[in-house]
């Protein structure tokens, strides 16, 4: 029988590994939210951007997005990736980001059925985007944003000092 002093030292790392899976799945939970929340700072922000000299306009986030794929870190560590998977492809969830600064997060069926499954507000300073849907308020930051592709970076710190980071990689998709 082992003692009892490294059975104690076994339950606190086990109970550790217990909280951090929690965490990690609420932050799965999350990930569609602020990505959601992201993508409508984003619109916000280039929607007043006038064209340049040569007649091309800045990237905008207004328009219709699709997830390709989360990176998920811990203490910046790397965890894992979470590719996006669709019920059916010719339907993908997506995320509208609306010139008006609402956002609404569509989730498709099988049978290409659409659930609003998130929706809100949204505000963009040029590099912070900071969205509301049901009472929460979420902040992320745009590390990169084209015509076609948008990857948003979802960065918190637990209240037992643990960093969470998701990053969000977006499609176009109009």
Known sequence: MPPQNDISETQEVEEEILYLEQEINKNKIMKRRIVLALTFVFATTFIGCSSDDNGTSTASIVGKWRTEKFDYYIDGQFEE???????NESCPDNIEFKSNGTYVVLDYDAACTATAEDSGTY????????????????????????????????????SQGVEFKNVGYFKRMD
Request: aromatic residues 6%.
């Open 123 to 158: 505000d963009f300073n040029g590099t912070t985007v900071t969205y509301g849907a049901e009472g929460m308020l979420d902040t992320g930051t745009v590390i990169q944003l084209t015509a076609t592709e948008m990857i948003v970076d979802f960065t918190e710190t637990s």
């Open 81 to 87: 990736t979470d590719i996006t998977v669709e019920e």
